[in-house]
Protein backbone atom coordinates (compact mmCIF):
# COMPACT_ATOMS: atom_id res chain seq x y z
CA UNK A 1 0.00 0.00 0.00
CA UNK A 2 1.70 3.14 -0.84
CA UNK A 3 1.96 6.55 1.44
CA UNK A 4 -1.21 8.02 -0.85
CA UNK A 5 -3.30 4.95 -0.03
CA UNK A 6 -2.59 4.69 3.73
CA UNK A 7 -3.30 8.32 4.02
CA UNK A 8 -6.67 7.89 2.37
CA UNK A 9 -7.83 4.72 4.47
CA UNK A 10 -10.38 6.40 6.83
CA UNK A 11 -11.46 4.79 9.90
CA UNK A 12 -14.86 3.17 9.84
CA UNK A 13 -16.89 5.76 11.21
CA UNK A 14 -18.53 5.87 14.64
CA UNK A 15 -22.12 5.25 13.21
CA UNK A 16 -20.99 2.08 11.51
CA UNK A 17 -19.90 0.23 14.42
CA UNK A 18 -22.88 1.62 16.64
CA UNK A 19 -25.14 -0.12 13.34
CA UNK A 20 -23.39 -3.55 13.47
CA UNK A 21 -23.96 -3.69 17.36
CA UNK A 22 -27.67 -2.75 16.39
CA UNK A 23 -28.00 -5.75 14.44
CA UNK A 24 -25.93 -8.22 16.85
CA UNK A 25 -28.55 -7.26 19.37
CA UNK A 26 -31.23 -8.08 16.84
CA UNK A 27 -30.05 -11.35 16.40
CA UNK A 28 -29.55 -12.34 19.78
CA UNK A 29 -33.12 -10.56 20.67
CA UNK A 30 -34.90 -12.27 16.98
CA UNK A 31 -33.80 -15.84 19.14
CA UNK A 32 -34.79 -14.88 22.41
CA UNK A 33 -38.32 -14.33 20.97
CA UNK A 34 -38.34 -17.37 19.19
CA UNK A 35 -37.85 -18.99 21.97
CA UNK A 36 -40.73 -17.37 23.96
CA UNK A 37 -42.93 -18.29 20.67
CA UNK A 38 -42.30 -21.72 20.82
CA UNK A 39 -42.89 -21.45 24.53
CA UNK A 40 -46.32 -19.88 23.96
CA UNK A 41 -47.25 -22.47 21.47
CA UNK A 42 -46.43 -25.03 23.73
CA UNK A 43 -48.77 -23.56 26.66
CA UNK A 44 -51.48 -22.91 23.95
CA UNK A 45 -51.52 -26.47 22.80
CA UNK A 46 -51.12 -27.87 26.53
CA UNK A 47 -54.46 -25.47 27.44
CA UNK A 48 -56.06 -25.67 24.38
CA UNK A 49 -56.39 -29.22 23.40
CA UNK A 50 -58.69 -30.65 26.23
CA UNK A 51 -60.76 -27.54 25.71
CA UNK A 52 -60.74 -29.19 21.90
CA UNK A 53 -61.05 -32.31 22.75
CA UNK A 54 -64.36 -31.52 24.80
CA UNK A 55 -65.89 -29.92 21.75
CA UNK A 56 -65.05 -32.68 19.51
CA UNK A 57 -66.25 -35.30 21.63
CA UNK A 58 -69.53 -33.33 21.79
CA UNK A 59 -70.44 -32.83 18.52
CA UNK A 60 -69.63 -37.47 18.00
CA UNK A 61 -71.67 -40.36 18.58
CA UNK A 62 -70.84 -42.71 21.52
CA UNK A 63 -69.66 -45.82 18.71
CA UNK A 64 -67.46 -42.66 16.90
CA UNK A 65 -65.55 -41.99 20.30
CA UNK A 66 -65.31 -45.62 20.76
CA UNK A 67 -63.86 -46.36 17.61
CA UNK A 68 -61.51 -43.14 17.89
CA UNK A 69 -61.68 -41.27 21.60
CA UNK A 70 -58.63 -39.13 20.22
CA UNK A 71 -61.19 -37.62 17.72
CA UNK A 72 -58.22 -37.74 14.95
CA UNK A 73 -61.30 -38.05 12.46
CA UNK A 74 -62.90 -34.88 13.60
CA UNK A 75 -66.23 -34.35 14.29
CA UNK A 76 -69.28 -35.73 12.76
CA UNK A 77 -71.54 -32.67 13.59
CA UNK A 78 -73.97 -35.10 16.03
CA UNK A 79 -76.00 -32.05 17.20
CA UNK A 80 -78.57 -34.54 18.89
CA UNK A 81 -75.84 -34.56 21.93
CA UNK A 82 -77.12 -30.62 22.83
CA UNK A 83 -80.36 -31.18 22.54
CA UNK A 84 -80.39 -33.92 25.18
CA UNK A 85 -78.07 -31.60 27.40
CA UNK A 86 -79.30 -28.44 26.47
CA UNK A 87 -82.93 -29.79 28.43
CA UNK A 88 -81.00 -31.80 31.02
CA UNK A 89 -79.53 -28.69 32.17
CA UNK A 90 -81.80 -25.80 31.45
CA UNK A 91 -82.86 -25.37 35.24
CA UNK A 92 -78.98 -25.22 36.91
CA UNK A 93 -78.60 -22.84 33.92
CA UNK A 94 -81.15 -20.60 34.96
CA UNK A 95 -79.96 -20.85 38.45
CA UNK A 96 -76.28 -20.17 37.33
CA UNK A 97 -77.18 -16.89 35.63
CA UNK A 98 -79.67 -15.95 38.43
CA UNK A 99 -76.65 -16.07 40.85
CA UNK A 100 -74.25 -14.42 38.41
CA UNK A 101 -76.23 -11.48 37.89
CA UNK A 102 -77.54 -10.63 41.67
CA UNK A 103 -73.19 -10.98 42.13
CA UNK A 104 -72.35 -8.29 39.30
CA UNK A 105 -75.06 -6.37 40.26
CA UNK A 106 -74.48 -5.99 43.65
CA UNK A 107 -70.63 -6.65 43.78
CA UNK A 108 -70.59 -3.63 41.43
CA UNK A 109 -72.72 -1.52 43.33
CA UNK A 110 -71.21 -2.40 47.11
CA UNK A 111 -67.72 -2.23 45.77
CA UNK A 112 -68.12 1.12 43.52
CA UNK A 113 -69.45 2.64 46.63
CA UNK A 114 -67.14 1.48 49.21
CA UNK A 115 -63.98 2.25 46.50
CA UNK A 116 -65.17 6.27 46.19
CA UNK A 117 -66.02 6.56 50.71
CA UNK A 118 -61.98 5.20 50.45
CA UNK A 119 -60.47 7.06 47.71
CA UNK A 120 -62.45 10.22 48.06
CA UNK A 121 -64.05 10.90 51.78
CA UNK A 122 -62.39 12.08 54.89
CA UNK A 123 -63.53 10.11 57.86
CA UNK A 124 -61.89 8.86 60.84
CA UNK A 125 -60.26 5.41 60.64
CA UNK A 126 -60.31 5.12 57.01
CA UNK A 127 -56.59 4.05 56.54
CA UNK A 128 -57.29 1.15 59.48
CA UNK A 129 -60.66 0.56 58.51
CA UNK A 130 -59.48 0.50 54.80
CA UNK A 131 -56.58 -1.88 56.13
CA UNK A 132 -59.21 -4.61 57.81
CA UNK A 133 -60.89 -4.85 54.72
CA UNK A 134 -58.13 -5.82 52.79
CA UNK A 135 -56.67 -8.00 55.42
CA UNK A 136 -60.19 -10.60 55.68
CA UNK A 137 -58.92 -11.69 51.90
CA UNK A 138 -55.90 -12.65 53.89
CA UNK A 139 -58.03 -15.58 55.43
CA UNK A 140 -58.67 -18.48 53.49
CA UNK A 141 -62.87 -19.14 53.35
CA UNK A 142 -62.49 -22.60 55.02
CA UNK A 143 -61.33 -20.58 58.16
CA UNK A 144 -64.96 -19.75 59.01
CA UNK A 145 -66.84 -22.08 57.04
CA UNK A 146 -68.09 -23.77 59.91
CA UNK A 147 -68.95 -20.79 62.00
CA UNK A 148 -70.73 -19.05 58.45
CA UNK A 149 -72.82 -22.33 58.21
CA UNK A 150 -74.30 -22.22 61.81
CA UNK A 151 -75.07 -18.23 61.31
CA UNK A 152 -76.89 -18.88 57.93
CA UNK A 153 -78.67 -21.92 59.24
CA UNK A 154 -79.88 -19.92 62.48
CA UNK A 155 -80.92 -17.63 59.93
CA UNK A 156 -82.66 -20.49 57.86
CA UNK A 157 -81.05 -19.57 55.13
CA UNK A 158 -79.68 -23.27 54.06
CA UNK A 159 -81.28 -24.62 50.88
CA UNK A 160 -81.56 -21.45 49.64
CA UNK A 161 -79.73 -19.01 47.10
CA UNK A 162 -78.49 -16.11 49.69
CA UNK A 163 -75.63 -17.74 50.84
CA UNK A 164 -74.28 -17.71 47.38
CA UNK A 165 -74.37 -14.28 46.49
CA UNK A 166 -75.30 -12.57 49.54
CA UNK A 167 -71.85 -12.61 51.38
CA UNK A 168 -70.38 -12.18 48.29
CA UNK A 169 -71.71 -8.47 47.51
CA UNK A 170 -71.72 -7.20 50.90
CA UNK A 171 -67.57 -8.27 50.99
CA UNK A 172 -66.48 -7.39 47.90
CA UNK A 173 -62.96 -6.74 48.84
CA UNK A 174 -61.29 -7.50 45.58
CA UNK A 175 -63.91 -4.67 44.18
CA UNK A 176 -63.22 -1.70 46.57
CA UNK A 177 -59.91 -2.15 46.30
CA UNK A 178 -59.66 -1.91 42.08
CA UNK A 179 -62.04 0.76 42.03
CA UNK A 180 -60.37 2.93 45.08
CA UNK A 181 -57.25 2.77 42.74
CA UNK A 182 -59.65 3.83 39.80
CA UNK A 183 -60.72 6.50 41.53
CA UNK A 184 -57.37 7.84 43.32
CA UNK A 185 -56.65 8.11 39.55
CA UNK A 186 -58.96 10.87 38.79
CA UNK A 187 -58.18 14.29 38.99
CA UNK A 188 -59.96 16.26 42.03
CA UNK A 189 -60.78 19.04 39.53
CA UNK A 190 -63.79 17.04 38.20
CA UNK A 191 -65.76 17.13 41.47
CA UNK A 192 -64.61 20.55 42.19
CA UNK A 193 -66.48 21.53 38.87
CA UNK A 194 -69.12 19.72 39.40
CA UNK A 195 -69.83 21.49 43.09
CA UNK A 196 -70.07 24.56 41.71
CA UNK A 197 -72.43 23.80 39.31
CA UNK A 198 -74.72 22.56 42.43
CA UNK A 199 -74.15 18.67 41.84
CA UNK A 200 -74.44 16.56 45.00
CA UNK A 201 -72.26 13.94 45.79
CA UNK A 202 -74.43 11.33 44.85
CA UNK A 203 -74.77 13.06 41.45
CA UNK A 204 -71.26 13.46 41.61
CA UNK A 205 -70.76 9.91 41.83
CA UNK A 206 -73.48 8.66 39.39
CA UNK A 207 -73.05 10.97 36.79
CA UNK A 208 -69.22 12.14 36.79
CA UNK A 209 -67.29 9.31 38.60
CA UNK A 210 -68.70 6.25 37.64
CA UNK A 211 -68.40 6.82 33.37
CA UNK A 212 -64.58 7.93 34.15
CA UNK A 213 -64.24 4.15 35.91
CA UNK A 214 -65.79 2.19 32.91
CA UNK A 215 -62.74 0.25 32.53
CA UNK A 216 -62.08 -0.65 36.02
CA UNK A 217 -66.13 -1.50 36.45
CA UNK A 218 -65.66 -3.98 33.60
CA UNK A 219 -63.09 -5.95 35.08
CA UNK A 220 -64.73 -6.52 38.01
CA UNK A 221 -67.92 -7.32 36.74
CA UNK A 222 -65.71 -10.00 34.23
CA UNK A 223 -64.14 -11.44 37.35
CA UNK A 224 -67.06 -11.28 39.46
CA UNK A 225 -69.41 -13.48 36.36
CA UNK A 226 -66.23 -16.12 36.65
CA UNK A 227 -66.26 -16.46 39.96
CA UNK A 228 -69.56 -17.02 40.56
CA UNK A 229 -70.45 -19.24 37.66
CA UNK A 230 -67.56 -21.72 38.24
CA UNK A 231 -68.59 -21.97 42.18
CA UNK A 232 -68.67 -25.21 42.92
CA UNK A 233 -67.78 -25.37 46.67
CA UNK A 234 -70.49 -23.01 48.20
CA UNK A 235 -73.76 -24.81 46.48
CA UNK A 236 -72.26 -28.06 47.17
CA UNK A 237 -72.40 -27.22 51.09
CA UNK A 238 -75.56 -24.87 51.44
CA UNK A 239 -77.95 -26.57 49.02
CA UNK A 240 -79.58 -29.68 49.37
CA UNK A 241 -82.96 -30.02 46.97
CA UNK A 242 -81.69 -30.41 43.47
CA UNK A 243 -83.97 -27.63 41.66
CA UNK A 244 -81.85 -24.76 43.06
CA UNK A 245 -78.24 -26.51 41.82
CA UNK A 246 -75.92 -24.62 40.02
CA UNK A 247 -74.42 -26.24 36.67
CA UNK A 248 -71.33 -26.81 38.16
CA UNK A 249 -72.35 -28.83 41.01
CA UNK A 250 -74.80 -30.66 38.33
CA UNK A 251 -72.31 -31.68 35.93
CA UNK A 252 -70.25 -33.04 39.14
CA UNK A 253 -73.42 -34.80 40.99
CA UNK A 254 -75.46 -35.99 38.30
CA UNK A 255 -73.31 -37.08 35.43
CA UNK A 256 -74.59 -40.84 35.71
CA UNK A 257 -78.65 -39.59 36.30
CA UNK A 258 -78.79 -36.44 33.39
CA UNK A 259 -75.42 -37.42 31.65
CA UNK A 260 -75.20 -41.54 30.73
CA UNK A 261 -72.78 -41.11 27.72
CA UNK A 262 -69.28 -39.28 27.22
CA UNK A 263 -70.99 -37.39 24.46
CA UNK A 264 -73.66 -36.04 26.29
CA UNK A 265 -71.44 -35.16 29.19
CA UNK A 266 -68.80 -33.53 26.96
CA UNK A 267 -72.18 -31.71 25.19
CA UNK A 268 -73.17 -30.63 29.01
CA UNK A 269 -69.65 -29.61 29.80
CA UNK A 270 -69.50 -27.25 26.54
CA UNK A 271 -72.62 -25.46 27.42
CA UNK A 272 -71.38 -25.40 30.62
CA UNK A 273 -68.07 -23.40 29.95
CA UNK A 274 -69.32 -21.21 26.76
CA UNK A 275 -70.94 -18.59 28.45
CA UNK A 276 -67.42 -18.12 30.33
CA UNK A 277 -65.39 -18.63 27.21
CA UNK A 278 -67.57 -15.78 24.93
CA UNK A 279 -66.96 -12.86 28.13
CA UNK A 280 -63.56 -13.53 28.04
CA UNK A 281 -63.20 -13.19 24.39
CA UNK A 282 -65.49 -10.05 24.17
CA UNK A 283 -64.45 -8.53 27.17
CA UNK A 284 -60.59 -9.34 27.47
CA UNK A 285 -59.35 -6.02 26.48
CA UNK A 286 -61.23 -4.63 29.39
CA UNK A 287 -60.00 -6.64 31.86
CA UNK A 288 -56.21 -5.64 30.69
CA UNK A 289 -57.46 -1.66 30.32
CA UNK A 290 -58.85 -1.90 34.01
CA UNK A 291 -56.40 -3.49 35.82
CA UNK A 292 -53.74 -1.03 33.74
CA UNK A 293 -55.69 1.75 34.03
CA UNK A 294 -56.43 1.66 37.94
CA UNK A 295 -52.47 1.30 38.94
CA UNK A 296 -50.82 1.28 42.08
CA UNK A 297 -51.69 4.01 43.69
CA UNK A 298 -51.30 4.73 47.64
Known sequence: MTVLEKQTALPAAPGAEQGRGYRRRARRLSGWSFVRVLFMLALVVVFATPLLWMINSSLRTEAAIAADPLGLAGPRLELDNYAVAGEA???????????AVLNVVGVLLIGALAGYAFARMQFPGKGV????????AIVPGIVYL???YALFQQLGWIDTHLPLWVPRVLTPVFATFLLRQAFLGLPRELEDAARIDGAGTLQIFFRVMIPQVKPALAAV???TFIESWNDLFGPLIFLNSTSLQTLPVALALFRGEFFTTVSTLMAASTLTVAPVLVVYLFAQRYIVEGITSSGVKG
Do not use: M
Open 146 to 148: IPQ
Open 221 to 223: GIF
Open 89 to 99: VAPFFLNSVKL
Open 129 to 136: LFAVVLAT
